[in-house]
């Protein structure tokens, strides 16, 4: 039991354990529990020690070893997302850029740090959910649309980016659904009511098929950025 908990914040000095695997202790192994983290994960209520320890253990159970310098560089990575996460839409974009930028530079690390490892994970939400996070801070970097317009709520704005991924952004410009009044329910009652006529229904087929596409290319390059093989 931890005889003192510490809040978690950003910038903190405090130097963790030296972290090393080069002892022989066996590498932990990912428990195949149910990963049980909710979308609406409100806050990051754990201890600078508590996300020492689940860095340690995810990178421990990927066989990686960091020197000091670059697991204390990631543990800071981890306690700022913590810290950042289940807030509104801006704090989702600093999120998400935090992660396109770990994933670039560390993919091992970067998938690592999503392991569940002995019911316990290092990140305080699932990939999908930070894939969706990374997707809203590329579509605002991109400049499709400017972050201060863009629904407040982060699972809104990613609807909206979805929009722009289906061709239908500059429609659902002209009908003022790009607001940060905006709700999700709102975006999808809306997208319903856009579906196509089956005129064509040949041309259709060859709309959706490049639409998919176009959305497995996707998944490839987020595959071969973790470092998974499909």
Known sequence: MLKARQTIALGSRRQPAPFTVKDNVPAAVATPVADDRVEGYESA?????EIEDAVRSSLRSAQIELPE???TRITSVVRDVSRHFGNMRDEAVKVG??????????PPVYAALFRIVDGRC?????PATASRMCAVARFVDEG??????LPLAYSAAYEIVRLDEE???P???????????????AVLTWKRGRRPVLDDPRRVLLDEKTRLLERLARIDEELRQLGTEA
């Open 69 to 71: 310098e670059a697991f």
């Open 171 to 185: 429609e659902a410009e002209k009908d003022g659904l790009v607001s940060p009044r905006t709700s999700r329910s």
């Open 144 to 149: 499709k649309v400017p972050q201060d317009r």
């Open 167 to 169: 061709g239908l952004l």
């Open 45 to 49: 209520a754990r201890t600078a020690t």
């Open 122 to 126: 290092a990140m305080p939400f699932s």
């Open 97 to 106: 850029r935090r992660l396109l930028r770990l994933r670039e530079e560390h």
